[in-house]
Structure formats: structure tokens, C-alpha cells
């Protein structure tokens, strides 16, 4: 082989055989058309459809619904309203973790009519923002929903902003058969609740299932401790900003959170959502402290084998009433096109129809309207659907109740950063307080 | 993405041309004709605007961005400088920042000192023609054409805790993924997996434009193959030894798809970029916090890119 005479020639000799059969334009060809088709598929779910947008007969909704079962649901829902309208619905599914990433983007753009969202902090700031449109005039039309969902409705200038569709409850989730067998009692307390977890791990069992690889899970452990500890109101204010996390009582939730830590199934930290449940499906787990959809990882036959327990109470003065029930739902963007069918729409989802076909469709999930006929339920969906009517305040889980900046590049790494070291609770919650500080500055 | 510093070099090798024949420069250009004249400006106009603005206008707009708490709602003019704000918060109350940058710099160093000797070195081997060199070629190279995603999913099959190949094999319980003080090693394994492959690659198409002569002419003399490697084909392939370290850093700069892949940047998994993702890209928007963070990344990779042109510049100009 010959020396290359220049370096451009040298180079060109170092591209290996197997790719020297394409070149190079081709490859950008195919490049560019496969950014185009991404580009493209991308705008066709988060853009507007302005090829239907602009009859009076349709309304367009962005939906997060991306996985096969909700998304099915969504379409008989649609479906209902367009029988009962005559008003054709266009919907743009986004898969639900892109949605929710492009939140910001979408609400400035051009978004759909009417989109999914969720309760909580974050419905709040886009309707201060102005990004929402209030829809006071709709809740006037709309019945069978307790005062706790109407208030996760309400922004914080007392206007409605948001129809709530379904939510699930968090609580502390066991088998049945597996509880039978060792004779195990739903605990009341904590001390009770401590109790039965030393007897588990004398029977062998990991007592409590834990996973928080993916830093959300956590998240309910800290939500629940500190509604048992502190209550409601501090909760939600802390979340808020309002709060110090440096106070004595955040403290404590973390000095409770560290006793009961040897309970948890150790290395959490690698571990999925997922890979924890198994372990209770597998009953090498006594319990687990997640929402409702922990039932995902069971087999049809055992869904029965089921069955949960709201965590118990920590302080007789605050009780054990409240809990965290993400709700899910509808609103309406800034400028819709087509404002009346938007407004139809959204009755229609806070309607009994629109959750009589959610009952009959989806197992996974509880209705927000207490009208609906729920003789569909499963004992599970029943028992869950009571927790939280007898709930005295339902939080919306720890990434909605506060701003997401906050949640994800402060909260997650601090309670990992916790599960790692439990000790140095005073440097973890100075170092959550002082960039608390920096974010929260309006 | 595989054959981005061999377009960077190419792209290395015009400029000298037009650079040092200044001399003559009045009389070239009136010999050439009008087309010639409207082509080369086309040449020279359309790339520079594509750079300016996907490169240079994004770039600035970044570092002006870091001095501002924007979160990426509202009009423009209701953005606020708050100086240098975001730069003291991200040195002194950011806790993941840190480990960050240690963690960058020893994906440097492990990619510096093993994944890339051991590339070079499988490359030297296969060069050899041993029998079946072209399946270890394949074998070896197929890595590359993952992504690092893809990689990332892969490796979980094997590092799972609970459902993992290499604990259930060992019997191990060993949170490879989870464990902050193991994570980044079992990441950088699997991201070197895949580096390995490449420099191979890279360096094998060098070694085979090594005139065989040279080799003669030393094994001639006696040197030792060890020796005749070191003292005649390494100096040989100084310009591939530089692609190979840029490609390194490059590497080890945007090493951020698996640790995404994993668990997003966290729990002993930090990386600059990551950290940029985490708050500027989705729900976060922490636009001029993220952004202070960017420019870092970027001041620190103008620092490699200087040492980089000034080397290829100083051999150009010998």
C-alpha cells in the first residue's frame, strides 16, 4: 500500500470498508429525512390541526394518554360526547412524559382547545400565569364532586381552572394471603406499624418494598410522613416556599424517615418502581407504600389477593385523614379556537356519562364525580374510592404540589442523597433551604 | 456522530490554502471568472451563516441567558438580570455540581488511560491478519453502532440488582446501578465497551495506511516488534494519535446518554450536560440557571478546542 500524498487523502482511506459502500451524501439523505419525519411527527402531536381547527363542529384536545388502555378510554369518551353533541373532537395524543417536559413550549405556542393536566401547584401557576383560560362558568354547570376536588380545582384567585377526571390513592399496599399466613393485623400507629415490621423481618420478609431510582417514589414516603406529622397546612406551604426546611419540623420527618429506613428494602436506589413491586407480587416484600397502579404488576388472578391500608397515624393531633390522591383532568388553554365546543367538551368531562364510561372501561383508576355509577368497581377500586372520600385533605403528590424546577433538580437528589446517608439531616436540609431560597424568589 | 472528527479534520485542511497565498491574492482573484467569484463567495457565505446561527448566535445567546432567572415563560422583556447570581448558586449551593465535574474528569482520565490503550492496542493485534480478524473486527466494532441509549437498556439486563445476568450468575447482591460508589464505574465499563470498538476501528484504518516498508526497513535493523511499533509506526501516526485523543475528549465531554439512560444524572451518576438537561430541557425550565451551567461546559471545551486547532494549526504551518 502506497504512502497517502496529503492528509485529506490519508483521511479518506481511514473510512472502513463496511461504510464505505454509502456515502456520505446518501447518509445525510437519509439523515435529514429521518429529522424531518421525527420533526414532523413531533409537530403533528404538539402543534395545532389547523386543517379542523377552524369549523365550528370540532374542537381539538391535546392529550398525555399515550398508553394503549387510557388512551382507548379517551376515545370512547370522545366518542360519547360526539353522539351527544354532534361536535367532533381531534385528538393529539403526546406520549405522556414528552407532554409533560413540553408543557411550557406547548402553552405559549399554539395549544389544542382543551389539554390533559393535573391538579396541583403547577395548574395554579398557568392559571396565574394567564396560560389557562378560567372555566368557572362550566363548574357552575357540573355536579356530584365533593368540596376537596372543587378546591385542587380553584386557582389562586378563586376561579376555577380545571375539571378533575380520575385520580388514585397512595397507601400501603400487601397481600392478603401472605398477611393470612403469618397472621400479620393492619397496624393503627406507627409504633403498631414499627412493630409489624420487626415481626416481618423475623418471618423473613423485607417489611417495606422501597424503590427510588427514578427519584420519584420517594417523593410519597416524605408526602405521607410529613401529612402524619405536621399536617395538611404545612405540608402545603412548605411546598409552596413558605415553609423553612430547616425548621424543627421537617427535621423530624426526616429523623422518623431514617428509624423506619432499616425497614425498607435496602439499595434502593438501583431499583425501579417496578422491580419493587414484584417483590410484593413475589411475597418476598410484607408491603408497599405506592399508588394505586402498583396493581399493574399483578397477574389478573391476583388482583383480589390485594389489599391496602392508609398509612397510620404518627401524631393523635393531626390523625391519619389525609393522603396523597394525584388527580387527573382537563383544562382549557389561553385562546381556544373554538371557545363554545371547548366549554361542551369540558361539561361533558366533568359530566356522568363521560365517568360512566371510564368506570366501564378502566379498572386502573377511581372517577372524580361521585354521580357516576361505580357498580363496576373492583373491591380494590371500592375500598380506594372510600379511603379517599373520607379523606379530610388530599394532597396532589410532591412534584405537583410544588414547582418542578424545585421537585426535580432540588427534591430528588436531596432524598436520595438522604436514603444514602440518613445521618446528616441538619446539612441536607440546610442545603435544600438555601437553594429553596434561590428558586423560589417571587 | 462516528465520523464527526474525521469531517472536523477534513474541514482542518482548506483553510491553509487560502490563508498563505496572501501574496497574490489581487491578481488570483481577477483570474477568476464571474461564476468562480459568485461560487466562492456562496462557499464561504452560506457555511459561515449556518454556523453563526446554529452555532455562535445559540452559543451567546447562552451566556447571556446565565445571567438571567428566566424559567422560559413570558415575553422577553420580562427577563431579569440578576448578574453573576447564577454562577455563585451553582458553585456553592448546588450540591450535584461537584461530583459533576470530578465525575467528568474521570471518564477523561478512564477513557484517556484504559478505554483508548486498549483500543489502540486490539487494533494493533488485529492488524496482525490473525485468522477470523474480521469477525473480532465486527464482533468489536458492533458496539458502535448502538447508541448509547440503546447501550444504557442493554447493560441494565446485565446490572440489575434484584434481576440482573451478572448478580444472579454470582450470586452477588451488588447494586451496580444504584450503589453511588459503583455506579460510575459500572457506566464507564459499559460506555468504554463501546469506546473500545470505535478507537479500534479508527486506529486499525491508520495502522493500514502505514507504508509496510517502514516496518521492513526496521525489522532490517533489528528493532524488536515492540520497539519498531513504539519508535517507527506510533511516531508514524502522530495525525491519527491526535484524531484518537480528540475523539477521547470529545467523548468523555458528551458523555451523557447513558447516565440518562440510567437514572438521569443522579445519585453518583452527575455529569455536567446532565445536569444542563435536567434543568433547562422539560418541566424544570431553570432556563439561566441551566445556562450558567452550559457555559461552564462551554468554557471548558474551548479550552480543549484551543489546544486542539493549535496543534493542528502549528503542524499545517511546519
Given amino acids: ?442 | 456522530m462516528s465520523d464527526l472528527p474525521l469531517i472536523q479534520a477534513d474541514r482542518a485542511v482548506p483553510p491553509p490554502a487560502t490563508t498563505t497565498s496572501t501574496g497574490g491574492r489581487r491578481r488570483r482573484l481577477r483570474l477568476l471568472s464571474r461564476t468562480d467569484r459568485v461560487v466562492i463567495t456562496l462557499m464561504v457565505l452560506v457555511p459561515l451563516l449556518l454556523v453563526t446561527g446554529f452555532v455562535w448566535l445559540p452559543a451567546a445567546a447562552t451566556v447571556l441567558l446565565s445571567g438571567t432567572n428566566w424559567d422560559g415563560i413570558g415575553p422577553l422583556d420580562e427577563i431579569e438580570f440578576v448578574g453573576a447570581r447564577n454562577y455563585s448558586d451553582v458553585v456553592n449551593i448546588y450540591p450535584p455540581f461537584v461530583p459533576a465535574v470530578q465525575h467528568n474528569l474521570l471518564w477523561l482520565a478512564a477513557l484517556f488511560v484504559v478505554a483508548t490503550p486498549f483500543g489502540m492496542f486490539l487494533a494493533v493485534l488485529l492488524d496482525k491478519e490473525l485468522r477470523g480478524s474480521r469477525f473480532y473486527q465486527t464482533a468489536l466494532y458492533l458496539p458502535v453502532v448502538l447508541s448509547l441509549a440503546l447501550i444504557g437498556f442493554v447493560w441494565q439486563l446485565l446490572y440489575s440488582r434484584d434481576q440482573g445476568l451478572i448478580n444472579a450468575v454470582f450470586g452477588t447482591s451488588i447494586d451496580w446501578y444504584g450503589d453511588s460508589n459503583v455506579n460510575i464505574w459500572a457506566v464507564m465499563v459499559a460506555s468504554g465497551w463501546r469506546h473500545v470498538g470505535y478507537i479500534m476501528l479508527l486506529y486499525l484504518a491508520g495502522l493500514k495506511g502505514v507504508d509496510p516498508s517502514l516496518r521492513e526497513a526496521a525489522a532490517v535493523d533489528g528493532a524488536s516488534e515492540s520497539r519498531a511499533f513504539f519508535r517507527v509506526v506510533f511516531p508514524v501516526m502522530r495525525p491519527i494519535n491526535i484524531i484518537v485523543l480528540v475523539v477521547t475528549v470529545i467523548e468523555s465531554l458528551r458523555a451523557f446518554d447513558l447516565v440518562w439512560v440510567v437514572n438521569k444524572g443522579r445519585n453518583g451518576l452527575e455529569l455536567i450536560s446532565a445536569l444542563v438537561t435536567q434543568n433547562v430541557v422539560g418541566e424544570a425550565s431553570r432556563i439561566g440557571f441551566g445556562s450558567a451551567l452550559a457555559t461552564i461546559m462551554l468554557v471548558v471545551s474551548l479550552v480543549f478546542i484551543t489546544i486542539y486547532l493549535a496543534t493542528v494549526m502549528r503542524e499545517n504551518r511546519e
Fill in chain 1, 1 to 442: 500500500m502506497s504512502r497517502p500524498q496529503s492528509q485529506a487523502e490519508y483521511l479518506a482511506r481511514l473510512v472502513p470498508p463496511s461504510v464505505a459502500g454509502i456515502n456520505r451524501r446518501s447518509l445525510l439523505a437519509g439523515a435529514a429525512g429521518t429529522g424531518a419525519l421525527l420533526g414532523t411527527g413531533l409537530l403533528a402531536g404538539c402543534g395545532d390541526d389547523s386543517g379542523s381547527g377552524g369549523s365550528s363542529k370540532d374542537v381539538s384536545l391535546g392529550s398525555n394518554q399515550s398508553d394503549p388502555k387510557p388512551k382507548d378510554v379517551l376515545v370512547k369518551v370522545t366518542d360519547g360526547f360526539k353522539t351527544s353533541s354532534g361536535v367532533q373532537v381531534a385528538v393529539n395524543t403526546v406520549d405522556h412524559n414528552t407532554f409533560q417536559e413540553n408543557i411550557n413550549n406547548y402553552l405559549q405556542g399554539k395549544p389544542d382547545d382543551v389539554f390533559t393536566w393535573f391538579a396541583g401547584y403547577r395548574m395554579r401557576f398557568f392559571a396565574q400565569k394567564g396560560l389557562a383560560s378560567d372555566i368557572s362558568d362550566v363548574w357552575g354547570k357540573l355536579s356530584g364532586y365533593s368540596d376537596a376536588f372543587k378546591k385542587a380545582s380553584t386557582g389562586d384567585d378563586g376561579k376555577q381552572y380545571f375539571v378533575p377526571a380520575t385520580y388514585y390513592p397512595w397507601a400501603v399496599f400487601y397481600r392478603k394471603s401472605v398477611w393470612q399466613q403469618y397472621g400479620y393485623q393492619v397496624p393503627k400507629t406507627i409504633t403498631e406499624f414499627t412493630d409489624l415490621g420487626a415481626r416481618m423481618k423475623k418471618d423473613g420478609l423485607i417489611p417495606i418494598a422501597f424503590a427510588d431510582k427514578d427519584g420519584w417514589p420517594a417523593m410519597g414516603t416524605f408526602d405521607i410522613l410529613n401529612l402524619r406529622i405536621n399536617g395538611y397546612q404545612f405540608h402545603i406551604d412548605l411546598m409552596a416556599g413558605k415553609e423553612a426546611w430547616t425548621s424543627d419540623k421537617v427535621k423530624k420527618v426526616f429523623d422518623t424517615w431514617a428509624g423506619l429506613l432499616p425497614l425498607h428494602q435496602p439499595d434502593s436506589l438501583g431499583r425501579t418502581w417496578q422491580e419493587a413491586a414484584q417483590s410484593l407480587q413475589q411475597k418476598k416484600s410484607g408491603m408497599y407504600l405506592l399508588g394505586l397502579f402498583v396493581g399493574q404488576q399483578f397477574s389478573n388472578e391476583e388482583q383480589s389477593d390485594l389489599d391496602f391500608f392508609t398509612f397510620p397515624e404518627i401524631d393523635p393531633a393531626i390523625g391519619a385523614k389525609a393522603l396523597d390522591a394525584p388527580i387527573d383532568g382537563y383544562m382549557m388553554a389561553r385562546k381556544p379556537k373554538n371557545e363554545d365546543n371547548a366549554r361542551k367538551l369540558l361539561e361533558y368531562f366533568g359530566g356522568k356519562d363521560a365517568a360512566d364510561i371510564t368506570v366501564k372501561n378502566d379498572p386502573a383508576t377511581l372517577v372524580a364525580n361521585t354521580s357516576a355509577d361505580v357498580s363496576g368497581y373492583t373491591a380494590l377500586q371500592k375500598k380506594a374510592a372510600e379511603l379517599v372520600g373520607s379523606a379530610t385533605e388530599i394532597a396532589q403528590f410532591l412534584d405537583r404540589d410544588t414547582r418542578p424546577d424545585f421537585a426535580s433538580t432540588v427534591i430528588i437528589p436531596a432524598l436520595q442523597q438522604f436514603i444514602k446517608n440518613p445521618k446528616d439531616i441538619g446539612g441536607l436540609t440546610s442545603s435544600i433551604e438555601n437553594q429553596k431560597k434561590s428558586i423560589f424568589t417571587d
